[in-house]
Structures are given as structure tokens and as C-alpha cells.
């Protein structure tokens, strides 16, 4: 689910979502998974960060 909601695919989410309240998921649960998306997106853009602090040093 955190990957679709990072791709934002709006199909997937309502899917994976359905999905894991068929599996037993609680909403709590399912809430959850917005905060490791945003987790994993702020993992990419901070590694990115190097590559962007690395240019701007560049003449």
C-alpha cells in the first residue's frame, strides 16, 4: 500500500486497501501505512539531497 501511495495510483491504493481489510487489516493499520510511505519518500529525496549538494558546489 505504501508503494502505491507513493507511485499515487489512485486504482492501486483502492485495491491493496480492500485487500487488507479482507486480510484482517484494522484502519489503524491501514492509516499506518501513509506514514512509511512518507518515510520511504523522504528516504529518497534526502539521498538525493548529496547528488543536489554536490552540483551546487560545481563552478
Do not use: W
Amino acid at each position: 500500500m505504501a508503494c502505491a501511495h507513493i507511485t499515487r495510483c489512485p486504482y492501486c491504493i483502492e485495491g491493496h486497501i480492500k485487500k487488507a481489510k479482507q486480510a484482517g487489516a484494522t484502519d489503524a493499520e491501514i492509516a499506518e501505512v501513509v506514514f512509511v510511505a512518507v518515510a520511504m519518500n523522504a528516504g529518497a529525496s534526502f539521498a538525493h539531497s548529496c547528488i543536489f549538494m554536490e552540483a551546487l558546489t560545481q563552478k
